[in-house]
């Protein structure tokens, strides 16, 4: 059982280049998140996601688009990476409703960008 | 929009030991969850409790909904128990219906 996975776990970025977090679930559940976790800050929402065809903004989503096409499939996109966006980065998933509506994360993925 | 604030932020357990970590939120949700990140940075799911009681061995979670706070129970602390220990709650409104928001966490330190 795969859960959620999240490509690539580790990456570096110079300021001014773009990048695409792919996470993929295969739980067949309809909503999908993109947090951040920053020390001493938590875990922040960038985006999610309520179904194939939709987003909606989080806490925290300046600097960063998201797609999802595919109901398994919700990408963050960096257009223009800023130091600022040097942080861990999570993707999770969930069902909905029926008492099905645990969250389910992937492994993180290390952002650092110089 | 809503806030979660956690208590305490850390805590330094001697093995063995039973702890407290509460979780309070300012507006009516439904939606609850609580999560521990181990120091490898991998985040599990505890419980699923936006009311009532659950147990799962050591564990246990309280949820009173009206008055809008949880609390985790650790029992018999172990050091595998140490990491941060977050809450999330959703709001309970239709057009926030999505969003799950994270509160600060619990550093846990459980010394052997």
């Known amino acids: 059982n795969a859960g959620v996975t999240q490509t690539p776990k580790f990456r570096v970025l110079k300021t001014g280049q773009s990048m695409t977090l792919l996470c993929a679930q295969d739980m067949n559940h309809e909503y999908m998140y993109w947090y951040r976790q920053d020390p001493g800050m938590g875990l922040r929402l960038i985006h999610y996601?309520?179904?194939?065809?939709?987003?909606a903004k989080g806490e925290v989503p300046d600097g960063y688009n998201v797609s999802r096409l595919k109901k398994q499939n919700f990408l963050l996109g960096l257009e223009s990476a800023a130091p600022s966006q040097t942080s861990v980065y999570f993707c999770a998933s969930r069902a909905t409703g029926g008492g099905g509506e645990k969250l389910f994360f992937g492994s993180g993925t290390q952002l650092s960008v110089l | 929009g809503i806030q979660v604030e956690q208590s305490p932020p850390d805590l330094i357990l001697q093995e063995g030991a039973n702890s407290t970590l509460r979780c309070n939120f300012s507006d009516s949700v439904n939606n609850l969850q609580w999560f521990h990140q181990n120091p490898w940075g991998q985040l599990i799911n505890l419980f699923y409790i936006p009311s009532g009681t659950k147990q799962n061995g050591r564990l246990s979670a309280t949820t009173v909904a009206t008055e809008r706070y949880s609390l985790l129970y650790i029992s018999s602390s172990q050091t595998t128990d140490s990491g941060v220990y977050f809450c999330?709650?959703?709001?309970?409104?239709?057009?926030?219906?999505?969003?799950?928001?994270f509160g600060q966490g619990t550093e846990l330190s459980v010394k052997p």
């Open positions: 996601s309520v179904g194939e065809g939709t987003t």
């Open positions: 999330a709650v959703r709001v309970a409104s239709y057009n926030q219906g999505g969003k799950l928001i």
